[in-house]
């Protein structure tokens, strides 16, 4: 992949090459190693002595598994994070990502970013036998974090698919608004080339690298530490307005029916700049599938205080009128911006006419693949999120485009229900094996259900699971992109390393759904929850309807980052009921409802206008 770069990137650090020092960096921070003079003292911390230790699980092969709470405001660069997501390989994160071979030097301004970065290289939790292990431990002052890899190996691409060892901690201390790697244990050699070592701010334009004083270690030695040390007087002023999403917190695709009803156009912009901005525009565009414009609106933020975020509705909405790809482009317009390559987002909104009888629902836009995706072990899992128009529905057909086929190489079939923890797949619906003749070459693999699999709420999850290494997925290339693709190695699910460049070509079909005679929605057959007003200001009414008697029925309310916000509990009374919830100490912003009754969910999204 091209690495993408701006001026403003490229003046980020100096290294004096002849010690192990670094830095500073355009915000100030440097780094001093053990084998200096006046260096951090490696003094390896065993945390599993500890009290309250806690282990990071369900790491598994190239994933990563948060939000972890700090339970203090750690200072790093100008901002204040207190959450924080442990990577398999060898990182931490202060938001929702994960990383993947290949590895570049730190910065970068290729997602994610809000990276610290210890020994970031293909290793693995993965693979039968495998005892790695990860663990994190908060001080009883609450502030210090120490998380450690332990015994974690390298992956490799022949059975049992790992191999030596890696033992190292990332140490964050809010003391002095230091972080120190330590490393206690190295052996065996990794596939994924150099380890790449450093730190990086929230937009990937500002950082430090280990990498750029020695770029010919394989992996930095044992009994070895390295400390990065904040500026003791800051003095680099950032002007920068970043669009953070289109609708969604992952700006992820929807599906709408083609309709005439308007569909509302909202953004979230943070002032992630050092200083209060006044007012600024925030162009949104919609394209149909022609290409022709037909939103081309420009609405201005509040004042924003340094870090503050808002969400924006727009004055216009869309009419998704014609059936095909549409793009909801937005752009900041803030004068004077430092950072360009947060500027913007598009989000893919595909319109779907429900008149047909079948209706197929995918991300390609019709796009002819040149070039597919596998793994060299032939094993492993590329997945589509898809969120249906409408409900019920009744997924009839799987299909998929493979671009290389040979040696008996075949793929299976899965479609998971999105009730897992943070809306990852958990529960089965189906799954196919599909016999190696059966597979199409260069064209669509099509798969009928032999039962439809009725979907009443929420997504499903449909995977290409790979079984030889001797076939590949096509993958649709041109904009725009899903952000709705997923990998897994052995259901160790997380975000597709290629989400921002590529789209699976996986797809469904779907039809309406009726419910036999004497059965509908309003019968109470499966959970109901409808929301007004929305967006919604001081309070919202809430309308559910649940099936049967359970002993917990309940309301949840999370944030866009999946952070719970209030639990209401409603009893245990089946039936159709009304709820006026109060809202008036929520901030402005996307959040979401959840209705819970026993196994089964319902969730609304909720914009909240204060």
Known sequence: ?????????????????????????????????????????????????????????????????????????????????????????????????????????????????????????????????????????????????????????????TLPYYTGSNTFQIILSAVDSSITFQYAEQTGTGYGGNTKIGIENYSGSVGLSWNTVFPNYMNPPINYAIKFYYPQNPTLQITDAAVQYNDNVTTGGIFLPVSSTSHSLTAEIKNWGTSTTSPFGVNAIVKNPSGVNVVNITDNTDTMASLQSQVMTFSSSMQPTTAGTYQFITTSQLTGDNVSSNNSKTQEIVAIDTSQTEMELGYDNGEIPFFGLGWIGGYGCIADYFIPPFYPVAITKLHYWNTTIYNQSTFAARVLDDDGAQGLPFTLYDSIYVDPSDVVLNGWTDLTLTEPIIVNSGGVYVTWDMKGENIFLGMATLPPLSYRSFEAGHDDWGTFRFSQYYDPLINITIEKYSYPTGISINDNQFLQLQLFPNPCSGTVNLVYSIPENQRSNMIVIFDVRGKEIKEIDLGAGAGMHQLNLDISELDNGIYFAELVSGNRKAMQKMVVVN
């Open 1 to 157: 992949m091209k690495k993408c770069a701006t001026l403003f990137a490229l003046l980020i650090f100096s290294s004096n090459i002849f010690a192990g020092t670094g830095g500073p960096d355009l915000f100030g921070y440097t780094w001093k190693d053990s084998d200096e003079p006046d260096g951090p003292a490696y003094n390896w911390i065993d945390i599993l002595a500890l009290p309250n230790v806690t282990q990071v699980k369900l790491l598994g092969d190239d994933n990563s598994r948060g939000p972890f709470y700090m339970n203090f405001d750690f200072h790093y660069y100008w901002y204040d994070v207190d959450q924080f997501y442990v990577g398999s390989n060898g990182y931490t994160l202060f938001q929702q990502g994960q990383l993947a071979s290949p590895f570049y030097d730190l910065p970068t301004t290729n997602d994610p970013n809000n990276i610290i970065g210890a020994f970031m290289n293909d290793i693995t939790f993965a693979g039968t036998g495998n005892t790695a292990e990860c663990w994190y431990w908060i001080n009883p002052d609450y502030d210090t974090l120490i998380v450690s890899w332990i015994g974690v190996p390298f992956w490799m691409g």
